[in-house]
């Protein structure tokens, strides 16, 4: 079991800067391949990046790839996502999500049904 605890959400400027933080239980973090995704209202729920637990592989969405850098810190069982140059159109709840099976596919990271365990969303809004 994991559980997973977003923060460092809030209301920026376009072309701002935000870091979200996710906490994460358990003793074996480091296994599970981390993603962040994000949600409109009445919208599906869209992948943002993944960052695999051993080797460290990353993958972006082609709307945010060389303005978001997505990190982890197995030591302290933490996620992060550094928003750079944010733009009204990436406002949305962002979620984290903990996937514990492997696929040597990337892609198989962006769908919302392979993951296993999500927090609860934190609100980012980027005005005009």
């Known amino acids: 079991q994991v559980q997973l605890v977003e923060s460092g959400g809030g209301l920026v400027q376009a072309g701002g800067s935000l870091r979200l933080s996710c906490a994460a239980s358990?003793?074996?973090?480091?296994?599970?391949?981390m993603g962040w995704f994000r949600q409109d209202p009445g919208k599906e729920r869209e992948f943002v990046a993944a960052?695999?637990?051993?080797?460290?592989?990353?993958y972006y969405s082609d709307s945010v790839k060389g303005r978001f850098t997505i990190s982890r810190d197995n030591a302290n069982n933490t996620l992060y996502l550094q928003m750079n140059s944010l733009k009204p159109q990436d406002t949305a709840v962002y979620y984290c999500?903990?996937?514990?099976?492997?696929?040597?596919?990337?892609?198989?990271?962006?769908?919302?049904?392979?993951?296993?365990?999500w927090g609860q969303g934190t609100q980012v809004t980027v005005s005009s």
């Open positions: 999500g903990a996937c514990s099976r492997y696929s040597f596919i990337g892609s198989f990271y962006y769908t919302p049904a392979n993951y296993d365990y």
């Open positions: 358990g003793r074996t973090f480091s296994s599970y391949t």
């Open positions: 960052i695999r637990g051993i080797g460290g592989n990353t």
